[in-house]
């Protein structure tokens, strides 16, 4: 796919789908980790629903996916998965306060020295926030900033492409200062390290433009598990950052991007981690599986 819209039918042989067949069932769909981190813009689209990405109680019909390559031209075949679907019963959010509550008994936010953040230094706001790491040592690299690539991505090749082909490298500056360069893609780590608890679920909601000309985070969810448990100290969340029209300067420690957790009905059989082989378990600032490192 060449970096235009494609429109993808995602139905099997003409049948359609029956995704939330019960009464209080629905449905929020997102792109999965490594498809944001390949500039790769996807979302659901069912007939007759007035917003993308999600899936009406008792929907039953067609179902499609529109996919965007931003950055690279892929190779897709049948059976690739770039989206994921999570399936609600009802829709309650964690308050700001079931937040604070949370974190003070079962810690979800960590420093980068693996210490719990103290509840007093959260910021909540109709969710968590996080922020940009963009302090480093000397000559250590603090994010990648996509090249305009002719060669295609297959996406049936993991730890496959070269890093320096694909992506130039943003090392640490002295005043822990960059400027985004408009339209340009770029991947960066959270400054604190998060865990989501096994009867949490969590989404890492857009970017408010209030705060910004730029969109953080293509793949919004975060599977329970993720970040381990509170003596593993959690993981970095890596945000996938597009600055828009203008260029835009960020600074260590910024704010940049929410969090919003959900309880899970029932603690989950397999949650995110090593035992089922995920990829980005305990990660620092790490691009997608298709490369080296």
């Keep these: 796919i060449s970096p235009q819209k494609t429109l993808f039918n995602g139905n099997e042989n003409g049948v359609d789908y029956q995704i939330v067949s019960g009464e209080h069932l629905s449905a929020k769909a997102n792109p999965k980790s ?18 993308f990405e999600e899936i009406r109680s008792g929907y039953k019909g067609k179902m499609y996916l529109e996919v965007v390559p931003k950055s690279f031209p892929i190779k897709v075949k049948t ?41 007093d230094e ?41 890093v320096s082909e694909f992506w130039e490298p943003i090392y640490h500056q002295p005043d822990d200062h960059l400027i ?21 679920a969590a989404e890492m909601i857009a ?33 996938e950052v597009r600055s828009h029209d203008v260029p835009f300067l960020i600074e260590d420690g910024q704010t940049f991007c929410s969090m919003k957790f959900e309880p899970n009905t029932e603690v989950p059989k397999f949650v995110y981690g090593d035992d089922i082989e995920s990829n980005y378990q305990g990660q620092e600032l790490r691009l997608g599986k298709h490369f080296k490192q």
Aim: charged share 25%.
């Design 180 to 200: 985004l360069e408009p339209e340009a893609f770029y991947i960066f780590a959270s400054k604190e390290r998060c865990r989501i608890p096994e009867y949490l």
């Design 34 to 51: 490594t498809t944001g981190r390949l500039d790769v813009f996807t979302r659901v689209i069912t007939d007759y629903s007035h917003r």
């Design 79 to 119: 059976g690739h998965r770039l989206n994921q679907l999570r399936i609600r019963h009802g829709y309650t959010v964690l308050s700001d306060q079931d937040i604070l509550r949370t974190h003070s008994s079962d810690p979800m936010l960590f420093t980068e020295g693996g210490n719990p953040v103290d509840v």
């Design 207 to 239: 970017y408010d433009t209030g705060s910004g000309e730029l969109r953080t985070h293509y793949a919004g969810f975060f599977d329970s598990g993720f970040g381990g448990r509170v003596e593993d100290k959690g993981a970095r969340a890596v945000l």
């Design 122 to 162: 959260l910021k909540v706001n109709n969710g968590l926030f996080l922020s940009v790491n963009l302090h480093a040592s000397e000559g250590k690299i603090v994010g990648y900033k996509a090249k305009k690539h002719r060669d295609y991505i297959d996406l049936d090749n993991i730890n496959y492409y070269e």
